[in-house]
C-alpha cells in the first residue's frame, strides 16, 4: 500500500488526523534510529517501554537490536497485503528499524476495571460500561469502533473545577454545524464548578427544552459506538461514568440496544410496547379522573356500577384520590434510590404493600385506584431512558390537573398542547420529533 517507510507514517498521519493519541516517535542511538508509531489510548505503553525501548539501549551496542525483535512472540514483517491504519486501531505499533518494517500486538484491554452497567441493562449484549477514567473510557470505545475517521478533541468546563472532557465523532459522518453549535455552547458557559454530564446536559440546553430533554446520557460504550457512526457527537468527562450523546430527537430516548440484537420483529413489538406503556403512564390517571367525575356514560354499565360501589367508602372526590396515590407511589419510588442498597427493596417493596391494603382496608381509595396506580408506575419504568422517564412523570400531573377541571375535553386539549411543544422543539437544529428518520444526522 505505501512504498517507503516515509510514505507510510504520512500516510498514517493523514488518516489519523483528528487523533491525538497518535504517538511516532525517534529513538536513536551509536548511530541507528528506530522510529515507533502507535495509539496510545489502546496499546500497553509500559510494555511498549520495556520491550522496545530499554532493549534498544541495551542491545545496540551488541549490534543484537534485530535479531531480539525477531525473537520476541507475536512480532512479524509487514505485508504489502496490511492497512498500516487498521493495524494500528487493533492495538498493534509500528516498528521501522533500518528496511526493516514490523508490527507487534501491544494491545491493552481494560475490561477488567470497568464496571457492569447499572442503568441500562440489556438482556443479550454487552454487559460492561464506562469509567470514571477519560483514558480507559477512550480505550473502551477505541476497541469498539475500528475507524481511522475517530476524531476527538480536548475540553475544560468550570473556572474552578477544570474538568476535563473529550468531544468524540466521526469526521467522515459528522454535522459540522451540529459540532460548531456544541462548541458555541460550551464556550457560553460560566459555571465555578461542573462535576458531572448531566449538568452539563443542562448548562448546553437552550432554556425552552425546559421540560423533555434533548440529549441522550448515557452509560453504554455499545450506544456510543453505534451513534459515532451516525454522525452525531460523543462528550465525556473525567470523574462520571456517562456521556452526551447529541443530537437526540425523542425516539432515541424510547430505543434500547437491544433492538439491535434482538430479531426486527420481537424489536418493534419492544418499542411498540414501550409506546403503550408511555400513553398508560402519561393518559392513564387523566383519563380516570375525567371519566370518573364528567363523563361516566363512556364506561359500560358493568363497569361503572363497579367503580361506584368501589368508591362508596371514598370520602372524596376521584382527583384528590389519584394525587393522594400518585404522591405517595412518588415517595416510595424516591425512597428506593436513596436507601441503602441492602435495605432499599425490601422496605420500599413492603411499605408499598402495607400502604395500600391498609389505604383500602380503611376506605380511603378504592381498589380501582390501586390498580390504576401500579400499572402506572409499572409503565414508567418501560421507558429506556431515565430523563424522558422523569419528564414523563411530571407531565402526567399536568394532564391530571387540567382534567380535574374540565374533564375528558381538557385531556385532548392537553395532549395537543404537549404534541405542539414537542415539535417546537429542536436539538441542535434537528427536529425533535423526526421519530423513524435514522439516516437525518449523515451528511
Same mark, same amino acid.
Given at each position: 500500500?505505501?512504498?517507503?517507510?516515509?510514505?507510510?507514517?504520512?500516510?498514517?498521519?493523514?488518516?489519523?488526523?483528528?487523533?491525538?493519541?497518535?504517538?511516532?516517535?525517534?529513538?536513536?542511538?551509536?548511530?541507528?534510529?528506530?522510529?515507533?508509531?502507535?495509539?496510545?489510548?489502546?496499546?500497553?505503553?509500559?510494555?511498549?517501554?520495556?520491550?522496545?525501548?530499554?532493549?534498544?539501549?541495551?542491545?545496540?551496542?551488541?549490534?543484537?537490536?534485530? #535479531?531480539?525483535?525477531?525473537?520476541?512472540?507475536?512480532?512479524?514483517?509487514?505485508? #504489502?497485503?496490511?492497512?498500516?491504519?487498521?493495524?494500528?486501531?487493533?492495538?498493534?505499533?509500528?516498528?521501522?528499524?533500518?528496511?526493516?518494517?514490523?508490527?507487534?500486538?501491544?494491545?491493552?484491554?481494560?475490561?477488567?476495571?470497568?464496571? #457492569?452497567?447499572?442503568?441500562?441493562?440489556?438482556?443479550?449484549?454487552?454487559?460492561?460500561?464506562?469509567?470514571?477514567?477519560?483514558?480507559?473510557?477512550?480505550?473502551?470505545?477505541?476497541?469498539?469502533?475500528?475507524?481511522?475517521?475517530?476524531?476527538?478533541?480536548?475540553?475544560?468546563?468550570?473556572?474552578?473545577?477544570?474538568?476535563?472532557?473529550?468531544?468524540?465523532?466521526?469526521?467522515?459522518?459528522?454535522?459540522?454545524?451540529?459540532?460548531?453549535?456544541?462548541?458555541?455552547?460550551?464556550?457560553?458557559?460560566?459555571?465555578?464548578?461542573?462535576?458531572?454530564?448531566?449538568?452539563?446536559?443542562?448548562?448546553?440546553?437552550?432554556?425552552?427544552?425546559?421540560?423533555?430533554?434533548?440529549?441522550?446520557?448515557?452509560?453504554?460504550? #455499545? /450506544?456510543?459506538?453505534?451513534?459515532?457512526?451516525?454522525?452525531?457527537?460523543?462528550?465525556?468527562?473525567?470523574?462520571? /461514568?456517562?456521556?452526551?450523546?447529541?443530537?437526540?430527537?425523542?425516539?432515541?430516548?424510547?430505543?434500547?440496544?437491544?433492538?439491535?440484537?434482538?430479531?426486527?420483529?420481537?424489536?418493534?413489538?419492544?418499542?411498540?410496547? /414501550?409506546?403503550?406503556?408511555?400513553?398508560?403512564?402519561?393518559?392513564?390517571?387523566?383519563?380516570?379522573?375525567?371519566?370518573?367525575?364528567?363523563?361516566?356514560?363512556?364506561?359500560?354499565?358493568?363497569?361503572?356500577?363497579?367503580?361506584?360501589?368501589?368508591?362508596?367508602?371514598?370520602?372524596?372526590?376521584?382527583?384528590?384520590?389519584?394525587?393522594?396515590?400518585?404522591?405517595?407511589?412518588?415517595?416510595?419510588?424516591?425512597?428506593?434510590? /436513596?436507601?441503602?442498597?441492602?435495605?432499599?427493596?425490601?422496605?420500599?417493596?413492603?411499605?408499598?404493600?402495607?400502604?395500600?391494603?391498609?389505604?383500602?382496608?380503611?376506605?380511603?381509595?378504592?381498589?380501582?385506584?390501586?390498580?390504576?396506580?401500579?400499572?402506572?408506575?409499572?409503565?414508567?419504568?418501560?421507558?429506556?431512558?431515565?430523563?424522558?422517564?422523569?419528564?414523563?412523570?411530571?407531565?402526567?400531573?399536568?394532564?391530571?390537573?387540567?382534567?380535574?377541571?374540565?374533564?375528558?375535553?381538557?385531556?385532548?386539549?392537553?395532549?395537543?398542547?404537549?404534541?405542539?411543544?414537542?415539535?417546537?422543539?429542536?436539538?441542535?437544529?434537528?427536529?425533535?420529533?423526526?421519530?423513524?428518520?435514522?439516516?437525518?444526522?449523515?451528511?
Amino acid at each position: 500500500m505505501f512504498k517507503s517507510k516515509q510514505e507510510m507514517i504520512n500516510g498514517i498521519k493523514k488518516e489519523l488526523t483528528g487523533s491525538p493519541d497518535l504517538v511516532n516517535q525517534r529513538i536513536e542511538a551509536g548511530g541507528k534510529i528506530c522510529e515507533l508509531c502507535y495509539l496510545s489510548s489502546i496499546c500497553d505503553v509500559e510494555k511498549i517501554h520495556k520491550d522496545l525501548y530499554v532493549p534498544f539501549y541495551e542491545e545496540i551496542e551488541n549490534g543484537g537490536y534485530v #535479531d531480539y525483535l525477531l525473537s520476541l512472540s507475536g512480532i512479524r514483517k509487514i505485508e #504489502d497485503s496490511d492497512n498500516p491504519v487498521e493495524l494500528l486501531l487493533k492495538g498493534s505499533v509500528l516498528i521501522f528499524l533500518n528496511n526493516l518494517h514490523l508490527i507487534l500486538d501491544v494491545k491493552k484491554i481494560l475490561n477488567k476495571a470497568i464496571p #457492569d452497567t447499572t442503568i441500562e441493562t440489556t438482556i443479550q449484549g454487552p454487559q460492561t460500561g464506562l469509567s470514571e477514567d477519560l483514558e480507559t473510557n477512550m480505550n473502551i470505545i477505541r476497541h469498539r469502533y475500528h475507524q481511522s475517521s475517530l476524531a476527538f478533541d480536548d475540553y475544560r468546563v468550570g473556572k474552578k473545577s477544570q474538568m476535563g472532557l473529550k468531544i468524540l465523532y466521526d469526521s467522515k459522518e459528522v454535522d459540522e454545524e451540529v459540532l460548531q453549535e456544541l462548541y458555541q455552547r460550551l464556550n457560553e458557559i460560566d459555571e465555578d464548578v461542573v462535576q458531572s454530564v448531566s449538568q452539563l446536559s443542562r448548562m448546553i440546553t437552550r432554556h425552552k427544552s425546559f421540560l423533555f430533554p434533548t440529549i441522550v446520557i448515557t452509560e453504554r460504550p #455499545d /450506544r456510543i459506538a453505534y451513534n459515532l457512526s451516525k454522525g452525531k457527537v460523543i462528550v465525556i468527562m473525567e470523574g462520571t /461514568r456517562f456521556a452526551l450523546i447529541l443530537p437526540s430527537v425523542f425516539y432515541d430516548f424510547m430505543s434500547s440496544m437491544d433492538d439491535l440484537y434482538l430479531p426486527s420483529w420481537v424489536a418493534r413489538f419492544l418499542v411498540l410496547l /414501550r409506546y403503550l406503556g408511555l400513553g398508560t403512564a402519561l393518559l392513564l390517571p387523566a383519563m380516570y379522573v375525567g371519566i370518573t367525575a364528567y363523563n361516566p356514560e363512556l364506561f359500560r354499565v358493568q363497569l361503572a356500577l363497579s367503580i361506584a360501589g368501589s368508591r362508596m367508602s371514598v370520602p372524596y372526590p376521584a382527583y384528590i384520590e389519584v394525587f393522594f396515590m400518585l404522591i405517595m407511589m412518588e415517595l416510595l419510588t424516591e425512597a428506593s434510590i /436513596r436507601l441503602p442498597k441492602a435495605i432499599g427493596p425490601t422496605a420500599t417493596t413492603v411499605g408499598g404493600l402495607i400502604l395500600g391494603q391498609a389505604a383500602t382496608e380503611a376506605g380511603l381509595v378504592s381498589n380501582i385506584m390501586i390498580i390504576i396506580v401500579s400499572a402506572v408506575a409499572i409503565s414508567n419504568f418501560v421507558i429506556p431512558i431515565n430523563e424522558m422517564g422523569f419528564a414523563m412523570r411530571v407531565t402526567k400531573y399536568l394532564l391530571l390537573i387540567v382534567s380535574t377541571f374540565t374533564g375528558l375535553i381538557g385531556v385532548i386539549v392537553g395532549l395537543i398542547g404537549i404534541i405542539y411543544y414537542l415539535v417546537s422543539l429542536n436539538s441542535f437544529g434537528r427536529p425533535y420529533l423526526a421519530f423513524f428518520n435514522g439516516e437525518q444526522f449523515r451528511k
